[in-house]
């Protein structure tokens, strides 16, 4: 039989909600599952990040904890773009699209999430799952664009642009594709 905290650890996962916790133990009663949290909390086996938010130890992915701060909300913008290298400006915060716009911080960390309209923050299209959700740079600069009035990208040369038009029907914006139609002129100029 495996201990409460190893249950959690062989899941791979670093950060679990409540909710999370209670499935993974096999918990029903919701008041005796606070009680063992609680007590592994206290032990030092679990870190509560904020309320109802815990994770393993202090090395949890602030990735998979950024997408279970809100849901739904999936990482974006500056921190795949960042990655990606398709700007070369490092901001340590973490960038999310959600349903709605705010900034918090946790344990020393800012996420940033930035409100989309629901249909396009509930298609899948160019959202990468497991761990967490992400972007893939295409939706990530497509997401820049329907965000931000204006926004300059350093590095296009990786851009599947067959894939950044297909993607741009999910925004519903006519403005959009004027956007990219910009862009792709002028970086197939500068090419």
Not at 67 to 72: A, E, I, M, Q, S
Not at 168 to 188: A, G, P, V
Request: positive net charge.
């Amino acid at each position: 039989m495996f201990s409460k905290i190893s249950i959690l650890i062989r899941t791979g996962k670093t950060v679990f909600s409540f909710n999370e916790i209670c499935l993974n133990w096999c918990e029903t009663d919701y008041n005796r599952a606070s009680v063992k949290i609680h007590y592994y909390v206290k032990k030092g086996e679990l870190i509560n990040i904020r309320n109802g938010l815990y994770a393993l130890n202090e090395n949890y992915d602030r990735l998979e904890a950024a997408n279970k701060l809100y849901k739904p909300s999936y990482i974006s913008l500056e921190t795949v773009l960042f990655r990606n290298n398709i700007i070369f400006q490092y901001n340590s915060s973490i960038f999310l699209l959600s349903y709605l716009s705010r900034e918090i911080i946790v344990n020393g960390d800012t996420y940033v999430y930035k409100k989309i309209k629901d249909t396009a923050l509930c298609n899948p299209l160019g959202i990468i799952t497991g761990k967490y959700s992400i972007a893939n740079t295409e939706r990530a600069i497509l997401d820049s664009l329907y965000t931000y009035s204006e926004y300059y990208f350093d590095n296009l040369n990786t851009v599947n642009w067959d894939r950044l038009f297909e993607y741009s029907e999910i925004y519903e914006r006519k403005n959009l594709k004027t956007k990219i139609d910009k862009l792709y002129k002028k970086h197939n100029k500068n090419a």
